[in-house]
């Protein structure tokens, strides 16, 4: 994309989704830095059934290690890899009660050296809790930025590293959220619904998905059920 669409773009997903935000429930910066360690290979929707109990009780790194990596398990078992990811919620609370007095650091550097936080994780933190400019790529915002052409990459970091260099000003701080909400409701994996897709005669993804119930639609979908068979 040129500069004026990728501006374009941005415009049409702001105006669509005006106050953009983590679907991830949290109470404060240190259980939005849980909920997004524990987002990880799991659905927003599915952290957030596990953390609204936890985050009722348990809200400081101290009341975590308190809870004990037993409980924690306990409260996470719904979420996928919750053994591993029990252990790193300890972990990191433990690195944040010894080394930074319970409070979660601003810096990426201080953030990726936490148990289970990865560079994903810590862009999430910086942008959400602490209002920074960062492109946190996950599996929606790679996609979306492959597909419609607006930051293409072989690697998350490649598309990262594209975003932050194409996004204008006004769109920066909002610009992960934005993307990942269209990509996780619009712009979907299997099927893309183009035909409600504010973008769609600016992006690159050739072959347009139909509306259901049309002509078109029906085709395509029997096409679909063809190849699975």
């Not at 959400?128 to 960062?134: I, L, N």
Request: glycine share 8%.
């Amino acid at each position: 994309m040129n500069k004026t669409e990728v501006e374009t773009f941005y415009a049409r997903l702001a105006e669509r989704t005006p106050n953009p935000k983590t679907e991830l429930e949290y109470v404060n910066t240190y259980t939005l830095l849980v909920a997004v360690v524990l987002s990880a290979q799991a659905t927003d929707a599915g952290v957030n059934i596990a953390t609204r109990p936890l985050f009722k009780t348990v809200q400081t790194p101290q009341a975590m290690l308190e809870l004990g990596e037993d409980g924690v398990r306990e409260a996470i078992k719904t979420i996928g890899l919750f053994r591993t990811k029990a252990k790193n919620v300890i972990g990191l609370s433990r690195m944040l009660v010894d080394h930074y007095g319970g409070e979660v650091p601003r810096t990426r550097e201080e953030l990726e050296a936490l148990p289970g936080v990865g560079r994903k994780t810590a862009n999430v933190v910086l942008n959400t809790a602490f209002g920074e400019e960062t492109f946190a790529v996950d599996t929606h915002i790679f996609r979306v930025g492959n597909r419609t052409g607006l930051a293409p990459g072989k690697t998350p970091l490649a598309v990262e590293l594209k975003l932050d260099k194409v996004t204008p000003g006004p769109y920066r701080k909002d610009a992960h959220h934005l993307l990942i909400l269209h990509g996780r409701y619009v712009c979907k994996a299997r099927v893309p619904e183009c035909w409600r897709c504010v973008v769609a005669d600016l992006c690159r993804y050739k072959s347009k998905t139909p509306p259901p119930g049309t002509d078109a639609g029906s085709k395509a979908s029997k096409r679909r059920g063809e190849q699975k068979a």
